[in-house]
C-alpha cells in the first residue's frame, strides 16, 4: 500500500501563492506518476497536473496552465503544486493521487489512480 498525505493548504488572498506538498510512504517504488486534482463545493473533481516519477514529464489541465507548477523529489518521495496568482475561483480541496500504471492518454482520468490522498483545503479571499 501506498500513502499519501497532502499539507500547505490554507487562507490566502487574491493574487497570492500557495506550495502544496504531497509526501508519499509505503511502497512507493509502485508508483509511477503522481497527480494533483481538486474539488470545490458543489462541484466535481477537476484534474490539474501530473508528474512522471521516471522521466519528470508534467501534464496540465489546459485551462490551468500557466499559474499551476508541479515538480516532485524523488529522494524525499514527495511531490509539489505550485499555484500563482491565485483567483478565488482555486478555492477547493486539493487531492494528491498516485497511479502504478498510468497511460499518457489517460492522465487527466482519476480513474487511472489507485492511490489517494485526504486531501488539503486552499481558500482564496476576493
Known amino acids: 500500500q501506498v500513502q499519501l498525505v497532502e499539507s500547505g493548504g490554507g487562507l490566502v488572498q487574491a493574487g497570492g501563492s500557495l506550495r502544496l506538498s504531497c509526501a508519499a510512504s509505503?511502497?512507493?517504488?509502485?508508483?509511477?506518476?503522481m497527480g494533483w486534482f481538486r474539488q470545490a463545493p458543489g462541484k466535481e473533481r477537476e484534474y490539474v497536473a501530473t508528474?512522471?516519477?521516471?522521466?519528470?514529464?508534467?501534464y496540465y489541465a489546459d485551462s490551468l496552465k500557466g499559474r499551476f507548477t508541479i515538480s516532485g523529489d524523488n529522494a524525499k518521495n514527495t511531490v509539489y503544486l505550485q499555484i500563482d496568482s491565485l483567483k478565488p475561483e482555486d478555492t477547493a480541496i486539493y487531492y494528491c493521487?498516485?497511479?502504478?500504471?498510468?497511460?499518457?492518454?489517460?492522465?487527466?482520468?482519476?480513474?487511472?489512480?489507485?492511490?489517494w490522498g485526504q486531501g488539503t483545503q486552499v481558500t482564496v479571499s476576493s
Open positions: 493521487a498516485g497511479s502504478t500504471t498510468l497511460p499518457l492518454s489517460k492522465v487527466r482520468d482519476a480513474t487511472y489512480y489507485d492511490y
Open positions: 509505503g511502497r512507493t517504488f509502485r508508483v509511477n506518476a
Open positions: 508528474i512522471s516519477k521516471n522521466n519528470g514529464n508534467t
